[in-house]
């Protein structure tokens, strides 16, 4: 989110405009495959949910064909069940974790940044858990969507508030204690 206080131009004062453009206050942040659509809803914003929802599905089901045949090697591989098992129970358990952290993602930023990095390895073995998490939030809203128009309208609302106590000229301002009389 950028707050753009200075720049000139007279666009938008909504700050709607997309980024990069020279509207003054805040700009909304793009999300991906979304841009600024997200605002508005404008701009082939219900094609994109649609097209996001389908692509992380069949992302999934790939990704699924994908691991399926990683085991039948196994299988080939005569590794033993013992193998087998751990190697379910661990894309099942980074799917999950991925899953969460996905799904938390899109309402609140992340509390601790290193955490985060540190979680990515996890997240990236249960890739087929983020792909799901982002498939059931494109039924609701662009994924990020509530996290961003929460932090563009408290940044629009801190803009509104500094430019409405700015506005007007300070020396004309009538104050009511210590008024001077007038001289004769």
């Known amino acids: ?6 720049a000139p131009g007279a666009g938008d004062p909504s ?6 453009s020279t ?3 805040p700009q909304p942040e793009p999300l991906l495959f979304f841009g600024t659509t997200w605002v508005d809803h404008d701009g082939g914003y219900g094609l ?3 097209g ?9 089901v790939a990704a699924c064909f994908v691991l399926r045949f990683a085991f039948q090697g196994l299988e080939i591989a005569d590794v033993g069940n013992l193998v087998g098992i751990l190697v379910v129970l661990m894309f099942a358990i980074c799917s999950a974790v991925a899953f969460r952290k996905t799904w938390e993602g899109f309402s609140r930023r992340p509390a601790d940044p290193v955490r985060e990095a540190n979680l990515r390895g ?3 073995i249960g890739f087929v858990g983020s792909l799901i998490a982002y498939f059931l939030r ?3 809203e662009a994924p990020g969507e509530q996290l961003r128009r929460t932090e563009y309208e408290t940044a629009l609302a801190r803009y509104a508030k500094r430019r409405s106590a700015r ?12 008024k001077r009389p007038k001289r004769k």
């Open 1 to 6: 989110m950028s707050e753009n206080s200075e």
């Open 167 to 178: 506005t007007g000229n300070p020396a004309a301002r009538k104050t009511t204690k210590g």
């Open 48 to 50: 994109r949910r649609a």
């Open 122 to 124: 996890l997240k990236t």
């Open 23 to 25: 509207t003054p206050g």
């Open 52 to 60: 996001a929802a389908i692509g992380s599905l069949a992302a999934a």
């Open 15 to 20: 700050g709607s405009d997309p980024p990069g």
């Open 138 to 140: 494109t039924f609701k």
